[in-house]
Every structure is written in C-alpha cells, then in structure tokens.
C-alpha cells in the first residue's frame, strides 16, 4: 500500500482498498503499452487549473526540421553560386533528411496514439477507483480524473499540431523531390550540352589533323628548286650553330643583312636625288624654249603663279590668260569660269587633275601645264571626317567683298555649314541664311586678291555673293568640302560658276 502511494503522487488510495484490484489495474493499464521514453512527462498546474509541461532542457540542438529549413534558404540564397552538379547533390541530401523527418513524424503520431491509449485506460481505472473510495481519497481520485482528462485536451492539441507539422513536412519534401528531379534534368541537359561540344571539338580537331597531314604530303611531294634547298641548308646551319652556342655565323648573317639594308637604302636615296636633278634640268630645258612657266607647290592649299622664263615673252598685263583642268591622261580639259589672272589657288574639285593656262598674246596661245596632278594637303581628310560627325561646322571668316565690291569692315564673322543650310552671320546679326539649292554657289576665289588660297565665293541666292577670307588655307578647303558633302546628301551638286561635278 506504502509502494503503491510512493508510485502514484497525484492521489491517495484508502488503506480499505485490496491490493489485488490495484495491482490489476495497474498491470491493465501498461500490459499493451509502449513509451516513447523511459520516463513520465512532469506537469504541473497553471492558473485556473491549467496542465502546464515543465520545459526540459534540450542538449540534441535544433531540431531535423529546423536544419532542414535553414539548409534550404541557403541554398536558395547560393543556387546563383553553386554549379547544377552540386544543386542536384544538396537537393538529394535534404530529401533524404525530409524522408528522415517524415519518418520521425510517424513515429511520433504513434506515440502520441499510445498515449490517447494509456491516458484513456489510466481514466477508467481512475473512474472505478473513485466509485469504491470515500471522503478525502475520493477527492482527491476525482482532482487525478480532471488532470487526466487535461492531460488528455493537451495531447489532443500536441496531435493538431503533429499534423499540421507533417503537413508542413509532405509539402517540403514534395518541394525538395521536384527540386532534386529538376537539378537531376540540367544536370543531364549540361551533360548532353558538353558531350556536344566535346564531339564537335574532336571533329574540329580531326579535320585539323587531315589538313595538316594532305599539308605534309603536299609539301613531301613537291619539287624544291635548287634555291629552296640552299636556304634551307643555311637555316640549319644557324639553328646547329645556335645550339652549339657559337652564335658568331648568325650574327655575321645579321650584320650582312643589315649592311645590305643600308646599301639598299643610299641607293634608293641617291637614286630619288638623281631623278630631282634629271626633272629639274629637264624643266630648265623646257623653260629656255618656253616662254611662261608655273611657279608654286603643286599641292592644295598653295597658289600657282604665271611667270616669264624669257625676255622675248609678251607682257601677262597685255595678254589674255584663262584656266582649264584637265584629265591626268589630259584627253578631257574644262573651263575654269572666272579664273582669268596670273595667280590661281587650286581648290578641292582640283585633287587629281592636271592644271592648265592658256595665254593668248599677238594671236598666238602659249599653254602652261602642272608637271603632275594636284596633291591633297596633308591631314585634310582626317579633319573633315572629323567635321562631318558634327551636327554643324563653324568658321571664322572676314568679309573681302559683296556682290563684287571690296568690304571696308574687317569684323571677324561666323560662317556656319549645317546638314540643311549655310548661315553667316555676326553675333545676333544674320547676314545670310539660306538652304542648299541649284541657284547657291560655293568655290575657292578665282582671281588675284590678298589671300587668294585663304578665300572662297559664296553666293546664297542670285544677285547676291560674298567674298569670305578664312584664318587658313585648311579650314577654307574643309568648308568647301563640309559644305559640298551635305549637298550633296539634300540632292544639290554644289560647285562654282559653269563646273562639272
């Protein structure tokens, strides 16, 4: 009876009960029973009678699922960083510790389903003790009943949460099983990819092989002429002198063929030399039976003047002198309109053709030929193509005359060439603005002014025309060229007066 109130402290048994009926009713109780653990859970109560469980200290550390969780937000966090193989490996092993879990769930609704079974028969054998007991004992077997069946409201919510857990789990191991079955598919898929390009670079690399072996047999096969044979004797016995370490043969053939470079080099010199002296005394020769020659760079962005060569020559004052460009095969020549004076600056329009003066004096024509065509001036075509990027050019200019007449103001201006139109203009102040048409015209100067290679003629419309002078003789000829590209880009041939473009 001590043993029996020593095993069971939540009540007291009267001393009248048979030991017999307790020990049968302890012996139904735990017959079919099997406990989780080898200990009965402490509890205790709360307010308003409330079964509260006393925490007990857990040294296993987190629990299967919570490692789960964080092992999967990892890897939801690295997948950028980890390659498709070790996606699928990480993915399988959470499976399997889902599996794991899962397993732990059931294991657990099994218990939880034992202890419905004990505290069910713990309260039938409760509930036929309080009818023998009396008093005291009775209160107190009916105060074990009511705990009993607190306990029992307790595991009842232990068993919704048990089932919303393995709900919880199904739904992450299905999510880690599709996960594990994609990784699976990009693994094979990276797999197919790469066998791929392994097969191509192998084919690549055999027909490789095939070109070089139909190269060697090309090469074994063909005939080497006697010159091919001795240099390649010479290039052995470099490498063989080489690699016995007695370079001075080697550099005896460097020094050979660095001399030669420099014979090679006067010569080419002196023979350059030579055909200056012979085109010079030739044109000594022609000017002592000609009576006018041409003096100046024969380039753009110079002036090309006319010069007696004789005493016996007629006056250029008293003479009748027109400009013509010619073909390089001079089959074709074409009038130059306006250009009548002794000095000529060549223009854009001149690159690559051939220069010629007629002067007419007595009734006699004496005609003066450049001696090539004319060059363009050095870096011009880099800065108009520079240029044409820009939505506009602009230029400062001075005006030399209007409609033919000098201009006393020499106030700089600003002489803009748009992808549309031409305006100048001073500050706020438009002198001109006008679009590209048939009747505008735009050339270098063809007469004798101050600065003939700095100036160009303008005429934005008929009846009138501006004489413009530029701050060099490049920017003169990049705006002429500027000017006729976007022209000609609006469906307009922008020259001077009577040319053929």
């Known amino acids: 009876m001590d043993e029996w109130r020593t095993d069971l402290k939540m009540t007291k048994i009267s001393p009248e009960i048979d030991e017999t009926v307790l020990t049968e009713s302890i012996l139904a ?29 857990d040294n296993n550390g987190p629990s299967l699922k919570e490692v789960v969780e964080r092992e999967t937000t990892q890897l939801s966090e690295q997948h950028k960083r980890l390659s498709v193989r070790d996606l699928a490996s990480k993915f399988d092993k959470n499976l399997a510790a889902a599996a794991k879990l899962a397993d732990e769930a059931k294991l657990r609704e099994v218990a939880s389903l034992e202890g419905h079974v004990l505290l069910k028969k713990l309260r039938d054998a409760l509930e036929s003790l309080r009818g023998r007991m009396a008093g005291r ?4 077997v009916e105060k074990a ?62 027909r490789f092989g095939e070109a070089l072996d139909e190269q060697e047999r090309n090469t074994e096969n063909s005939q080497k002429t006697q010159e091919i044979e001795e240099l390649i004797e010479e290039v052995q016995e470099a490498r063989r002198i080489k690699l016995m370490h007695q370079p001075s043969k080697v550099m005896d ?24 002296e012979l085109a010079i005394n030739k044109k000594a020769e022609e000017n002592k039976s000609r009576l006018y020659a041409l003096h100046g760079s024969e380039t753009l962005g110079s002036c090309l003047r006319l010069q007696p060569c004789s005493d016996n020559a007629p006056l250029l ?70 240029l044409l990027r820009k939505s506009s050019s602009e230029f400062n200019v001075i005006i030399s005359q209007i409609n033919g007449q000098d201009h006393p103001s020499h106030s700089t201006h600003a002489f803009n060439v748009g992808k549309m139109r031409i305006k100048l203009c001073r500050g706020w102040i438009t002198k001109s603005r006008e679009i590209y048409s048939t009747s505008m015209l735009l050339c270098g100067v063809r007469g004798d002014g101050n600065a003939p ?9 008929k009846g009138l025309s501006y004489v413009l002078t530029f701050e060099s003789e490049r920017e003169r000829n990049a705006a002429i060229m500027v000017a006729r590209k976007h022209a000609f880009d609006c469906g307009v041939m922008l020259g001077g007066p009577d040319d053929q473009m």
Request: with cysteine; charged share 30%; glycine share 6%.
């Open 253 to 276: 053939l460097e020094h050979e063929l660095r001399a030669l470079r420099n014979q090679i080099r006067e010569k080419s010199i002196f023979s350059i030399k030579l055909q200056k």
């Open 145 to 206: 009943i009511s705990m009993v069946e607190a306990l029992a409201v307790k595991l009842t919510q232990k068993e919704g949460e048990l089932i919303q857990e393995k709900f919880e789990v199904k739904k992450l191991a299905n999510f880690l099983k599709q996960a594990s079955e994609d990784a699976k598919k990009l693994v094979n898929q990276e797999k197919s990819f790469a066998c791929a390009e392994i097969e191509s670079a192998r084919a690549v690399v055999q």
């Open 29 to 57: 109780v735990s017959a079919d029973v099997s406990f989780a653990s080898d200990h009965f859970p402490k509890y205790k109560l709360g307010p308003d009678n409330q079964i509260l469980e006393e925490p007990r200290g």
């Open 453 to 461: 290679a700095k100036s160009l003629f303008w005429q934005p419309r």
């Open 137 to 140: 004992d009775k209160e107190d």
């Open 317 to 386: 004052s008293k003479s009748s002198i027109q400009w013509f460009r010619a073909s390089p095969d001079g089959n074709q020549r074409e009038i130059i309109s306006g250009a009548n004076k002794t000095i000529y600056a060549p223009e854009p329009l001149d690159v690559g053709r051939i220069l010629q003066a007629d002067i007419l004096s007595n009734g006699q024509t004496v005609s003066v030929t450049t001696a090539a065509p004319i060059d363009s001036a050095a870096g011009l075509g880099g800065y108009v193509e520079t």
